[in-house]
């Protein structure tokens, strides 16, 4: 379903660099979101502070991972889920941005809360957990 070229080890390569090069494309998309997720979460507590620059990077850099993920998406074999997908991203996008100009931590939540679910839902597909579709065929 995703066709990674640099740009989704671009956007993940602040962090785990030699793990995401070395990374199949199942692995990377869950590094991929965990990224984003990790990026929100702090993204939360600095709200909280207040401290507005350290939350602008890093909502900045969830928002590159997942246009990245939304970017990668092969719509050509992905078919209705890859289209689905890319509208939840577009949402998930949206949200950050709303987060980010208005400091509003239930955004945050809502867009963690959806990755979370495409996180569980890619993490049940993984290869070997006897998935009978390949991922990037999904």
Known sequence: MYNFGR????????T????????SPHELVQMLLD???ERLASAKGQIGRGETAAKAANLSRAYAIVEA????????????????????YQYVLLRITEANLHNDVRRLDE??????EIRSAWAAIAPGRGATTAPSAA
Do not use: C, F, H, M
Not at 7 to 14: E, F, L, Q, T, W
Not at 111 to 116: E, R, V, Y
């Open 16 to 23: 785990r660099a030699d793990a995401a090069l070395g990374a």
């Open 7 to 14: 740009s989704g080890i671009a956007a993940y390569r602040d």
């Open 111 to 116: 867009a963690a809360s959806l990755l979370t």
């Open 35 to 37: 990224g984003a997720l």
């Open 69 to 88: 993920l939304r970017l990668a998406l092969d719509r050509d074999r992905g078919g209705e889920i890859a289209r689905n997908l890319e509208d939840l």
